[in-house]
């Protein structure tokens, strides 16, 4: 009897494997049509344009003037 209980299990993985096969096949194809579908009708919904980044704020030279800039705005700060 237990033997019988074995086959089925394998049987069972067997075809469990089959169909997780034919999915995942599946779904690649899809996938696989889409990217050579979709540029055909690109035309109709056109990507935005990127946007640009704004330019970064120059940086100080070293950490002793970044300490005295923050040191003079803490005292302007401080005076208002």
Do not use: W
């Amino acid at each position: 009897m237990g033997g019988f209980m074995i086959i089925q299990g394998v049987y069972l993985a067997i075809f469990g494997i089959c169909i997780v096969f034919t999915f995942l096949s599946l779904i690649a194809a899809i996938v696989s049509l889409s990217a050579k579908m979709i540029p055909r009708f690109n035309h109709l919904l056109p990507d935005d344009a990127p946007k640009t980044k704004a330019p970064a704020a120059p940086r100080p030279a070293d950490a002793d003037e970044a300490v005295a800039i923050a040191i003079a705005v803490a005292h302007q700060r401080s005076k208002a």
